[in-house]
């Protein structure tokens, strides 16, 4: 049990859409709806939106969070650690840590969906610094991914 008042406290947040972080690319826009600075740690939510045939991620895990998917629009394809699945809207899949997971769009048509991390890492961080490595036009090599990949909990398998 976390809370242990006996009358409840007056603590929601809420974000209007114009509070609420975008973090645009060409083929995906990343809304950081509701980042752990949010949820005071709980969990974070991102509205993660795809162009068509804007790829993802290759297969990976993360040891200190869950992640999960659900798809709002258009078709998904959702690696499990053993099969790609097409998921489409109202489909969902829960990634505990240690999972390895992996997430694109192959269609012609855009899709989206909400992911949840629990406990909320720092997710933002990991985006936004991607995004500044692609728009700097910086080359990674491998031993600079593997390192940037380690400090944000993303294991590529």
């Known amino acids: 049990m976390s809370y242990t008042g006996d009358s409840g406290e007056v603590n929601a947040v809420w974000r209007p859409v114009a509070e609420v972080e975008s973090i645009d690319r060409p083929l995906t826009t990343n809304r950081l709806v509701a980042p752990g600075d949010v949820t005071r740690g709980q969990f974070g939510l991102f509205d993660w939106r795809m162009r068509p045939r804007?790829?993802?991620?290759?297969?990976?895990?993360?040891?200190?969070?869950?992640?999960?998917?659900?798809?709002?629009?258009?078709?998904?394809?959702?690696?499990?650690?053993?099969?790609?699945?097409?998921?489409t809207p109202g489909d969902f899949l829960y990634v505990p840590q240690g999972g390895v997971h992996a997430?694109?769009?192959?269609?012609?048509?855009?899709?989206?969906?909400?992911?949840?991390?629990?406990?909320?890492?720092?997710?933002?961080?990991?985006?936004?610094?991607?995004?500044?490595?692609?728009?700097?036009?910086?080359?990674?090599?491998?031993?600079?991914?593997?390192?940037?990949?380690?400090?944000?909990?993303?294991?590529?398998?």
Do not use: C
């Open 54 to 87: 804007a790829g993802g991620p290759a297969p990976h895990f993360h040891r200190t969070f869950s992640e999960s998917f659900y798809v709002i629009s258009g078709s998904v394809r959702l690696y499990n650690g053993d099969t790609w699945v097409t998921a």
């Open 103 to 157: 997430f694109r769009n192959e269609t012609d048509e855009p899709a989206s969906m909400l992911i949840l991390f629990a406990p909320a890492p720092p997710r933002e961080k990991f985006f936004r610094e991607l995004a500044e490595i692609a728009d700097s036009g910086r080359r990674l090599d491998p031993g600079e991914w593997a390192e940037f990949y380690a400090r944000h909990d993303q294991y590529m398998v």
